[in-house]
């Protein structure tokens, strides 16, 4: 009788996330074979020994099998798991032992079946931010299922952050804003990014971030409150802001959400708001021949919010080639102004 190569494989996935969950002072309860219908084990999680009555199921793969080291990606075949594992009463996560890396990757089953339905087979990418060893179950996966801040150092959130893998680069902004907001260096980091990202790699959640500066009503505060002192120093750096950051901003205005209550948009007037000179590079921008109308479109539209009818003289300029600057003029002569947040 012979004991399968594989069944020595799977327990070594097995054991090394039972090790690493112990030796974090939380519970591993495995699931034996028998009863295994895609779940193998379930995990209970503590804080400072005490119960935090929260725990997720798991389904853990292991062997070079479920690694690409090309795409440096692991997978999970789903199989006949999809109904089971989407409709499961808790949180299903995925775990990958990749024995010569000695280490484990995680993904969210659930999240990521509800957002590819039909996928046969899990992929995700081997991130820092989705490592499974001793020090980033601490730091990063605890606090994720717990809804706390990950405890990584400033300098780690900094590489997070600068990282090019998406994923990565929005943990480290979440971690420097939420952990790190009263030190000067998390705004210089912010706002840089601000100037110098692409729109095209554009992490949106770090306007969300830059406009607690300025502030509006719709912003939910979480984590420590900010220094009156360091908020003033990030409000000066906004303040001098570009004509070519203003552009950015407005670039990156979802014109089918616009600018409303609790959009990205109302974010990124707030940040627009507190920029030196702002009236003046609406105008310029909306009088560019060389700028896209959509883009003008939307600077008029803060523009009217900002002057009310002193800018039906810019505005009306597009009129010929713009049925959203007819409607803006028309409506600031009947209100005598527009407000974007009635």
Request: hydrophobic share 35%.
């Amino acid at each position: 009788m012979k004991y399968k190569q594989t069944n020595v494989t799977s327990k070594n996935g097995i054991n090394y996330l039972r090790s690493v969950v112990e030796a974090s002072s939380c519970l591993f309860h495995k699931i034996e074979q028998e009863n295994d219908l895609g779940i193998d084990c379930i995990i209970e999680f503590t804080k400072d020994e005490k119960p935090m009555h929260k725990s997720i199921a798991g389904q853990i793969k292991s062997g070079e099998y479920y690694y690409d080291p090309q795409n440096n990606q692991c997978k999970i075949p789903v199989d006949s798991h999809h109904e089971y594992w989407t409709k499961y009463p808790l949180p299903v996560y995925g775990f990958v032992f990749v024995p010569h890396l000695e280490k484990a990757y995680f993904v969210n089953i659930k999240s990521y079946l509800e957002n590819n339905k039909n996928n046969t087979t899990i992929k995700f990418d081997c991130l820092r931010s989705n490592t499974i060893d001793l020090n980033s179950f601490k730091k990063i996966f605890i606090p994720s299922i717990l809804g706390d801040i990950p405890t990584l150092s400033f300098e780690e959130a900094t590489s997070f952050f600068e990282s090019s893998k998406p994923q990565e680069s929005y943990l480290g902004a979440k971690i420097l804003f939420r952990r790190y907001k009263n030190n000067y260096l998390t705004w210089d980091k912010l706002i840089a990014y601000l100037e110098n990202t692409e729109i095209e790699i554009f992490n949106l959640n770090v306007i969300y971030f830059i406009s607690h500066i300025p502030w509006h009503p719709d912003i939910f505060h979480y984590g420590e409150y900010q220094n009156e002192e360091v908020r003033n120093y990030a409000k000066e750096k906004i303040k001098n802001l570009n004509i070519e950051v203003v552009l950015k901003l407005l670039r990156l205005i979802n014109l089918d959400e616009g600018i409303v209550r609790g959009s990205i948009g109302q974010s990124i007037e707030a940040i627009l708001s507190n920029i030196n000179k702002i009236e003046i590079y609406l105008t310029e921008i909306i009088n560019n021949r060389n700028i896209e109308l959509a883009t003008k479109e939307v600077a008029s539209t803060v523009l009217a919010y900002y002057q009310g009818m002193a800018s039906i003289e810019t505005i009306k300029k597009l009129v010929s080639e713009s049925e959203i600057a007819a409607e803006i003029i028309a409506f600031l002569k009947e209100y005598k102004s527009y407000d974007l947040y009635q």
